[in-house]
């Protein structure tokens, strides 16, 4: 594949600020990254710093570089092809989606697969071995489903959606087109619902939905509880890593980003491109407004009612102040001494004067 084709697939996200030197056009055979590149393939320079360094030495057959006219010159004096694009990391994607593709299964149903007569199964469907499919579900144009999965009474899934190995969708979930659902991961699920009895506990049954709209996706062995009434809700395009527990009656917007072992108690509110690095924690009920960042290992007891914060820390504070307050841990024995002295000092003092 020519350089000057990948340039017009980086223009259908980037527009017409992508450039190239023509004269310089070429052939790609493979990506790469950059510390591992070799003659005939792609990799790409995200900005200036020390990984800019390997402009100098890359044996790449081109580099993808931000609009930058340093790193520009630095390739053109060694004769380095390029393209500068406003997103390089993005313009690595999109070629790296020329290059490959995800293993998907041949269209047709494994003859160890179990699919009820009343479940409908739509065209160039591809279920694998083992797969279990009983009645009242519907499956959409072009899904794959990978080997070991088991679908539940009732679930509905939509069109080019993947469901890869081992993962179990429950009763009556509905995942949307174009979803993307992991090995072990597992929707719908019971959620944590008992009420305490002087017996002990007496189990809430978990009677309703979860929804994933288009585009979501769910990575390995995380789980999306269903709730005792109403529906776990995922928007439209939100990526949920592996490892991730989100709770029942959950509501989560549309593009937001949650990283590995992040936990959502039941009933969090979240609004659209939230992201949730590793580990945080969510209370029940929390509610989060529409474009807020919380860092590793936050802790969010109280509603975040102001778009786009940054929080941090345990509980979960300002990302600014916690920045502020984490500069004094390493100074607090020092500090205590200090008052400590100055405490005594006082007691002195007084004592002098009485």
Known sequence: MKLSELVQ???AYQGDRCRMDLAL???????????????GSLSYVAQSGTVA??????????????????????????????VAVPNPRLAFAQAIAEFYQP??????VHPTAVVDSAAQLGEDVAIGAHVVIPAGCTIGDGVCIHPGVVLYPGVTIGDHTTLHANCVIHERSQIGADCVVQCGAVIGGEGFGFVPVPEGWFKMHQSGYVVLEDGVEVGCNSTIDRPAVGTTRIGRNTKVDN?????????????CAIASQVGLAGGVRMGNRV???GQVGVSNRV?????????????????ITQEGDIMSGFPAIPHRIWLRAATLFGRLPEM???????????????????
């Open 25 to 39: 056009d070429p052939e790609i055979t493979q990506v790469s990254a950059l510390e591992e590149s070799v003659p």
């Open 53 to 82: 360094q390997w402009i100098e030495k890359t044996p790449a057959a081109a580099l993808i570089l931000p609009l930058k006219d340093d790193l520009i010159e630095r390739a053109q004096a060694r004769g380095l092809p390029w």
């Open 103 to 108: 293993y998907c299964l041949p269209s047709q």
């Open 243 to 255: 490892l991730v527990q989100i709770g029942h009656d959950v509501h989560i917007g549309e593009n």
């Open 275 to 277: 992201i949730l690095a």
């Open 287 to 303: 509610k989060i407004a529409d474009g807020v960042t919380a860092t590793s290992k936050s802790g969010i007891h109280a509603d």
């Open 9 to 11: 697939v980086f223009t």
């Open 336 to 354: 205590q001494k200090t008052l400590l002295s100055l405490e005594r000092a006082k007691k002195e003092a007084s004592a002098q004067q009485d």
